[in-house]
């Protein structure tokens, strides 16, 4: 089975800045494209940021481009999510997944088969 966890998360003042990390056990990691979502109490879980399986290609929610960089790291089995100018609107518990399928479907967490157990980020204004 495939295992995936997160990292980074914590307290920051609106404007400042996170890395969150998210390292994923197994031999097939490089295969998969992998997403980033997120989930604020009482909201659903929303669409962040996700990145195609070699790293070439990239998609984010409009309520973060020009703020967040997903990158992948296929030698280390990690993805990283960089959080920029963060929002207090940014709070949430952030998950990482892995993508299932070979469709372009990014933004819908019904095409990822395996999630992490979530890293809150917690965002004062």
């Known amino acids: 089975q495939v295992q995936l966890v997160e990292s980074g998360g914590g307290l920051v003042q609106a404007g400042g800045s996170l890395r969150l990390s998210c390292t994923a056990s197994g031999r097939t990691f490089s295969s998969y494209a992998m997403g980033w979502f997120r989930q604020a109490p009482g909201k659903e879980r929303e669409f962040v940021a996700a990145i195609s399986w070699k790293g070439g290609s990239t998609t984010y929610a409009d309520s973060v481009k020009g703020r967040f960089t997903i990158s992948r790291d296929n030698a280390k089995n990690t993805v990283y999510l960089q959080m920029n100018s963060l929002k207090p609107e940014d709070t949430a518990v952030y998950y990482c997944?892995?993508?299932?399928?070979?469709?372009?479907?990014?933004?819908?967490?019904?095409?990822?088969?395996?999630w992490g157990q979530g890293t809150q980020v917690t965002v004062s204004s």
């Open positions: 997944a892995r993508k299932r399928g070979d469709n372009r479907r990014y933004n819908s967490g019904y095409e990822y088969d395996y």
